[in-house]
């Protein structure tokens, strides 16, 4: 029931997405586009309050209530920044506005953005955490509990997995093509020409 629950609320999070930007870059509606927008928190409740309820009636808890977990983690650390990145890209596309600047490709600039991205992973864990901390405390510590300890370890080692790889881009930033050709050849593939 979980996991339908899971892809059902991951289903509607891409759905109330393309709704809302249509509404509001298509039919130029800009309150109704804001309400289908705020409608995807909703989504995170229902799937939050029916794993709860599935523990209290006395289910066991299992890699489903997990992946439940870490799912409610991950909208919470990448939800907002994945609706503004798709925001502007809708707004580039269908409104003509400029288009939306790309992450940057080399030096500093580049292991700075790597750095946030890691600290949005880092938030998405720490919810998963104490969802799942919360869910072991609430059915007792125990055997039963054994699914949930390996979701909480899953977490951390996509902590430590993301930020070894934006470490390396601080250790050994990308330096830029050298030369006017390879300037050039980076301006077109920037491009798409």
């Given at each position: 029931?979980?996991?339908?629950?899971?892809?059902?609320?991951?289903?509607?999070?891409?759905?109330?997405?393309?709704?809302?930007?249509?509404?509001?870059?298509?039919?130029?509606?800009?309150?109704?586009?804001?309400?289908?927008?705020?409608?995807?928190?909703?989504?995170?409740?229902?799937?939050?309050?029916?794993?709860?309820?599935?523990l209290e009636?006395?289910?066991?808890?299992?890699?489903e209530?997990?992946?439940?977990?870490l799912?409610?983690?991950?909208?919470?650390?990448?939800?907002?920044?994945?609706?503004?990145?798709?925001?502007?890209?809708?707004?580039?596309?269908?409104a003509?506005?400029?288009?939306?600047?790309?992450?940057?490709?080399?030096?500093?600039?580049?292991?700075?953005?790597?750095?946030?991205?890691?600290?949005?992973?880092?938030?998405?864990?720490?919810?998963?955490?104490?969802?799942?901390?919360?869910?072991?405390?609430?059915?007792?510590?125990?055997t039963?509990?054994?699914?949930?300890?390996?979701?909480?370890?899953?977490?951390?080692?996509?902590?430590?997995?993301?930020?070894?790889?934006?470490?390396?881009?601080?250790?050994?930033?990308?330096?830029?093509?050298a030369?006017?050709?390879?300037?050039?050849?980076?301006?077109?593939?920037?491009?798409?020409?």
């Open positions: 029931m979980i996991v339908g629950l899971v892809i059902t609320c991951e289903v509607a999070f891409w759905l109330l997405l393309a709704a809302g930007l249509a509404v509001r870059y298509l039919l130029k509606r800009r309150r109704t586009s804001v309400a289908l927008l705020l409608c995807e928190p909703l989504l995170e409740v229902v799937l939050f309050v029916a794993t709860a309820v599935d009636r006395g289910a066991r808890p299992s890699w209530h997990g992946l439940a977990a799912y409610l983690g991950f909208t919470v650390g990448y939800g907002r920044h994945t609706i503004r990145l798709l925001d502007g890209r809708a707004a580039h596309r269908l003509g506005a400029p288009r939306p600047a790309k992450p940057p490709r080399y030096g500093l600039a580049r292991a700075r953005h790597e750095g946030r991205l890691w600290l949005r992973t880092l938030l998405a864990a720490a919810v998963a955490l104490a969802l799942l901390q919360t869910a072991i405390e609430y059915v007792g510590e125990g039963a509990t054994g699914p949930l300890r390996s979701w909480q370890w899953a977490a951390l080692r996509i902590v430590a997995i993301h930020g070894v790889i934006a470490l390396t881009y601080l250790l050994w930033p990308r330096k830029p093509p030369g006017p050709a390879a300037r050039e050849r980076e301006g077109r593939t920037l491009t798409g020409r």
